[in-house]
Every structure is written in structure tokens, then in C-alpha cells.
């Protein structure tokens, strides 16, 4: 079984995937992580590089690779993806369980991480908390746009502000997964 977990940035994709897929004994692969190591670059150099559209074709390059080079189970965190018509294949197979994680404005808000040139990531609260106003609307905004694409194809998960700990029991739960891999 495949489990994507998708959802915009800061809604918790890694941190919920790797204790997921930890409690299923499943493989856990972040998307982010996978693209700078199959382009030997830093995510600040890959998103200057091509328009949205060739760098969301060769995310889903680097997805399909990483589904197909193991068949043990995995879970794997999708970095936020506008065109999806390259996933058609693995989102319709009856072996992947799409699931769009989603919490509220505040919540993911609050979990606001930035990163730097060098892909460091770290916390800014004083800048975060100055610029508040902007970061809340560009949140909303995130979530009507992907929220419209993932509602296509992925079954939704509200994580309610939970830890990592609860959503993957959660999860678990509600999906019935069972550790099979």
C-alpha cells in the first residue's frame, strides 16, 4: 500500500507521515527530500528553475520513481502540486490511498517554519507575527487553490490542530490501515 498525504505547506505532511508511517511499519519518503537529492540541488535553486508546470511534471517524475523502485509499503509526504494530470495513474490505483490533510488557518499559522537559502529550516516567530496578516491570507489562499485540486481525487483529513501522534492514530483509524506491507 501507498499512502500520499497531501496538503499545503506547514499542515504537518512530514512530521504526520513519518510517525505514520513509523506506527505502520511502512517506508516513509518526503518529496521534498527526494527532488534535491534526484537534481542535486536545494529546493530554493529547483523552484527558480522552469515555470510551475515543469516543476510540478518533474515532482511527479520523482514520485512515480519513488513508488516504483520498492514494493514495500510507503508513505509518502507530497509537496503542494498544481498539475496533477501527471499522477492520474498513481492517485486511480487501488494500491494508493490519496489523503489530503487540512486544519484551520490559525493552526497551520502556528505551525509556520521558514527556510533558507540552504534549505536550513527554522523558526522566525517575531517575523512570522510582524507579517501575520499576509502569511493568514496566503494560507487561505493556498487552501482554496489546492483544496479545489486535491477535492478531485483525495479523501480528506482534518487534523484538528492534533500532534503528529494523534493525526497518525487518527488516521490509522479512520482509514483502517491495517500494517500490511
Given at each position: 500500500m501507498d499512502i500520499l498525504l497531501f496538503g499545503i505547506s506547514n499542515v504537518g505532511k512530514s512530521s504526520t507521515g513519518k510517525v505514520l508511517a513509523q506506527s505502520l511499519g511502512f517506508d516513509f519518503y518526503d518529496l521534498d527530500?527526494?527532488?534535491?537529492?534526484?537534481?542535486?540541488?536545494t529546493l530554493e535553486e529547483f523552484v527558480s528553475t522552469g515555470n510551475l508546470e515543469e516543476r510540478d511534471c518533474k515532482r511527479c517524475c520523482?514520485?512515480?520513481?519513488?513508488?516504483?523502485?520498492s514494493n514495500r509499503s510507503k508513505v509518502i509526504a507530497?509537496?503542494?502540486i498544481s498539475?496533477?494530470?501527471?499522477?492520474?495513474?498513481?492517485v486511480?490505483?487501488?494500491?494508493?490511498?490519496?489523503?489530503?490533510?487540512?486544519?484551520s488557518v490559525e493552526n497551520i499559522f502556528d505551525r509556520l517554519v521558514f527556510c533558507d537559502e540552504n534549505d536550513i529550516i527554522y523558526k522566525d516567530d517575531e517575523y512570522k507575527n510582524e507579517h501575520r496578516d499576509y502569511y493568514m491570507e496566503d494560507i487561505i489562499e493556498d487552501q482554496k487553490w489546492y483544496g479545489s485540486i486535491y477535492a478531485g481525487?483525495?479523501?480528506?483529513?482534518?487534523?484538528?490542530?492534533?500532534?503528529?501522534?494523534?493525526?497518525?492514530?487518527?488516521?490509522i483509524s479512520e482509514f483502517n490501515i491495517t500494517a500490511k506491507r
Open positions: 527530500d527526494e527532488v534535491k537529492k534526484a537534481f542535486g540541488i520523482v514520485l512515480k520513481d519513488i513508488i516504483s523502485k507530497v509537496t503542494p498539475n496533477v494530470e501527471h499522477l492520474s495513474d498513481i486511480s490505483n487501488d494500491n494508493t490511498l490519496s489523503i489530503e490533510l487540512q486544519d481525487f483525495c479523501r480528506a483529513f482534518d487534523m484538528n490542530g492534533d500532534s503528529p501522534e494523534e493525526s497518525a492514530s487518527r488516521i
